[in-house]
């Protein structure tokens, strides 16, 4: 590096440090803000220069002189910077509001415009469930009128497991592609249904689709610990995470250790026990809110605010924001066409500014698009099989039971009525035996999660069952 490309460095390093502390500094306070060991004279000699480039201005004497930076450098930086163009932002244009577009702006300046902060609790504590609230009146109503469907009346989650096929490609593309992932919708589709990796990707991106399957369907299953608590949430993040952090004793825990927030001036909490306690804060009000769409935001902005895990995090709040969704048989929101950037900006506004605003615009934009998805699904659909619904667990245990069993086709009408003797009514076991049938002949690699039926033991009831002589 030149003389003079070493200079501009250290005065760069100088204004980030002002910028950041946004007050008048003695030299010394600036050399440790900066992480500079220069000697003195040269740190003088350095604000003289900024100083006489409009850049900095000083008070005081002597060894009373304390520096802050200008703010003709501030607006300068902000007036400088590269306008974003609609296409940049992703192939979908956003229409703000004035406070989204404040917050938008201020996030898109340079690092070294915009104030260093730490985790806040009190954005947190302050927020008192079913009192306080993120979405108003108005727009949770017109949230609930574009997500109802016909399956709200039946038992939790029915929905979302009617359109499971399509929600596990649509919400693990949408949701890995946020952070980055290469994957077509089309390689995600080939993944999911075959088992199939697309040539050519990261390892990682990989394991990263096939863990959100893992964890849609962990989601979708009905049972009832699946909710705001920590079994859930921790065990969420176990499924994303699964081969992805550097110690595997990481996943489904909370942090003991920092860490930072790429492009941003946040830097989150660092004790672990303020990370326990406001994770279990956070888990306790979302639980109590009355709303979905409000527990759903909720948890969007809380989560990542906090970093409760090494990594992973937001991906976590994307996945946890459908809980109260799948239950209360509401559309799911899977992210389609969000421009990611924009979406980071949301977050950004919320880690720097504790500003929704902008964020709360991307989260009704985006389910808005995912809603009119699962519309024009949900038509192509019809009504739920009542008789499957009523013998759903019995269906899924027979079916498995039949797989492991290396029961074949010669073998299947024996072996079923055995299996459901005294399981199902005279009169509904010929209709029971058909829907067992019909998942037998529809099984493949891509569906077999959902009866929990190993891979390996799928692979070899599936050979014998194509080719009879051969099983």
């Known amino acids: 590096m030149s003389k003079r490309s070493e200079i501009q460095l250290e005065k760069d390093q100088i204004l980030a440090a002002l910028a950041a502390e946004s007050r008048y500094m003695t030299p010394k306070e600036i050399m440790q803000s900066a992480g500079l060991t220069l000697k003195s004279h040269i740190v003088r000699d350095r604000l003289k220069e900024l100083i006489n480039e409009g850049n900095a201005s000083r008070k005081g004497a002597a060894k009373g002189t304390k520096y802050t930076i200008t703010k003709a450098y501030v607006t300068a930086a902000l007036s400088a910077r590269p306008k974003i163009k609609a296409e940049d932002r992703g192939q979908v244009t956003v229409q703000l509001p004035e406070s989204a577009q404040k917050v938008q702006e201020y996030v898109s300046a340079p690092l070294t415009s915009r104030h260093n902060v730490g985790y806040k609790r009190e954005f947190l504590d302050r927020y008192q469930p079913n009192r306080s609230s993120y979405?108003?009146?108005?727009?949770?109503e017109a949230l609930q009128n574009l997500g109802q469907v016909d399956d709200q009346v039946q038992p939790a989650g029915t929905y979302a497991r009617k359109i499971l096929n399509r929600l596990l490609i649509d919400l693990s593309f949408n949701s890995s592609r946020l952070e980055g992932n290469t994957y077509s919708l089309l390689d995600t589709e080939r993944l999911i249904q075959d088992g199939t990796p697309a040539a050519g990707k990261d390892p990682q991106e990989t394991q990263m689709i096939l863990n959100h399957k893992g964890a849609i369907e962990f989601l979708t299953e009905p049972v009832d610990q699946v909710g705001f608590n920590r079994f859930t949430i921790t065990n969420l993040h176990a499924y994303l995470s699964e081969n992805l952090l550097g110690n595997p004793a990481a996943e489904g825990r909370l942090r003991t250790i920092p860490v930072e927030i790429g492009q941003s001036v946040y830097m989150?909490?660092?004790?672990?026990q303020?990370?326990?306690e406001c994770f279990d804060s956070i888990l306790s009000k979302a639980d109590e809110i009355q709303d979905p769409f409000e527990q759903a935001f909720f948890v969007s902005v809380q989560i990542p605010y906090l970093q409760p895990f090494e990594d992973v995090n937001k991906r976590v709040s994307r996945l946890a924001a459908n809980i109260p969704l799948f239950s209360q048989n509401f559309c799911p929101?899977?992210?389609?066409?969000v421009p990611k950037r924009l979406y980071i900006e949301g977050l950004l506004g919320v880690y720097e500014l504790n500003d929704i605003s902008l964020f709360k615009e991307v989260f009704k934009w985006a389910y808005r698009r995912s809603?009119?998805?699962?519309?024009?699904?949900?038509?192509?659909?019809g009504v739920p099989d009542p008789l499957y619904l009523k013998y759903r667990d019995v269906i899924k245990?027979?079916?498995?039971?039949?797989?492991?069993s290396r029961t074949y086709k010669s073998g299947v009408s024996e072996k079923l009525n055995q299996l459901l003797d005294g399981k199902v009514s005279a009169k509904e076991l010929s209709e029971v035996i058909n829907a067992v049938e019909r998942d037998l002949i529809s099984l493949?690699?891509?569906?077999i999660a959902r009866f929990n039926i190993?891979?390996?033991d799928f692979r070899q009831w599936s050979t014998g069952w194509q080719n009879p002589g051969k099983g």
């Open 454 to 456: 190993r891979l390996d």
């Open 135 to 140: 979405l108003t009146a108005e727009e949770k």
């Open 268 to 272: 989150p909490a660092a004790i672990p």
């Open 333 to 337: 929101m899977s992210f389609t066409d």
């Open 397 to 404: 245990q027979t079916v498995r039971h039949m797989v492991e």
């Open 274 to 276: 303020l990370i326990e």
């Open 371 to 381: 809603a009119s998805r699962y519309k024009v699904i949900q038509e192509s659909l």
């Open 444 to 447: 493949h690699e891509g569906n």
